[in-house]
Every structure is written in C-alpha cells, then in structure tokens.
C-alpha cells in the first residue's frame, strides 16, 4: 500500500479557493489557464460564416460577410462547456465572449444590437454580451459593450421621453380647427 509522501497538492483540474492566500499574480495566471481550458473550439462547418469569424476575430472575414448582406443579429443555439443550450447566441455575443474588442465594434458599427441577451433554458440564466464579456474577464470588451449599452438606453429613453411629451402633440385638436 503506498503512503502519501507529504501534504496533497492542490489540483490544476479543480479551482482552487483564492482567498486562502494564492498572490494575486499566481490567481490571475490560475485564472487565465481556467479561462483558455473553457474555452469551446468550434469546427468551421458548425458557425455560420459572420459568427464564426466574429469569435476569432477574423475583422476581415467579418467586413466581408457584412458586406455580403448576412445578417449582425441572426441568431443560433450553441452548446455551452457544460453542455448545456444557450438559446439565442449572435456574433456580437461571441466576440464579447472571446474578447475580440474590435470585432465587437465592428459589428455595433453594422447595426448589432447591444441589448439582446442569450438564454440557458436549463440554468434559467441570461446574459448579454457585456456580461458574457466579464464573465470571461475580457474587460476592455465589457467596458466598451457596457458603455454602448448605456448610450443605447439612453438614446431609446430620450426618444421615448419625446414621443410622449406635449412637444409631439398637435397644438390644437382637430376639432377646435375653423376654417
């Protein structure tokens, strides 16, 4: 029977608890091995050519199929690291998710919408592509998404905020009119 040589060592294959004094270099670098093992690999036969290239960050794959008409918020289900269905996915949410800023910006630029969220029926959770974005700590991503995220509501609340105020009324009813 063989005997423990000394104290066990924590595992790479299971996270160890960062508050038991890990330094903060040794975390980060803990959590880049994480985060780059999570990682799902797609074959190029199973994205649609704009969700694929916006998840590399292939820019010049995504002008060009941009340029082609296909569509910045067509939408696809996926499979996640735990195999689970997210419902929903679009290209902006994969660049968030691979932390393609540029792809990101890109895709905006042609009309994404920054507001559609991606569903896990089996967690019940959603998320949108600025928290796909923290999620994975691309967070020059998530600072860019959630600041255009921000700009867009405020716009949709300004315009909003017109159509319902006296500004947008006729001045005087139809019905008072003499001609």
């Known amino acids: 029977m063989l005997q423990p040589l000394g104290p066990a060592k924590p595992s790479l294959c299971t996270p160890p608890r960062l508050d038991r004094g890990f330094p903060s270099a040794a975390a980060s670098e803990l959590r880049m091995k994480q985060q780059m093992s999570n990682k799902i690999v797609f074959s190029s036969s199973a994205l649609p050519r704009i969700h694929m290239a916006a998840y590399e960050g ?5 002008r060009s ?7 910045v918020n067509s939408r696809i289900d996926l499979p996640n690291q735990s195999q689970h269905t997210v419902c929903g996915v679009t290209p902006l949410y994969l660049a968030a998710q691979a932390g393609h800023k540029e792809a990101c910006e890109l895709l905006i630029a042609a009309g994404a919408d920054v507001s559609v969220k991606c569903a896990v029926p089996e967690s019940g959770d959603v998320f949108g592509p600025a928290d796909i974005a923290l999620i994975h700590f691309n967070l020059k991503t998530w600072f860019y998404l959630a ?3 921000t700009r ?3 716009r949709v609340s300004r315009r909003r905020q017109f159509q319902s105020s006296s500004m947008a009324q006729p001045l005087v009813e139809h019905s008072q009119l003499v001609i």
């Open 65 to 71: 199929a941009i340029a082609d008409g296909e569509d």
């Open 58 to 62: 292939d820019i010049q794959t995504l």
């Open 147 to 149: 600041a255009e995220q």
């Open 152 to 154: 867009r509501a405020a």
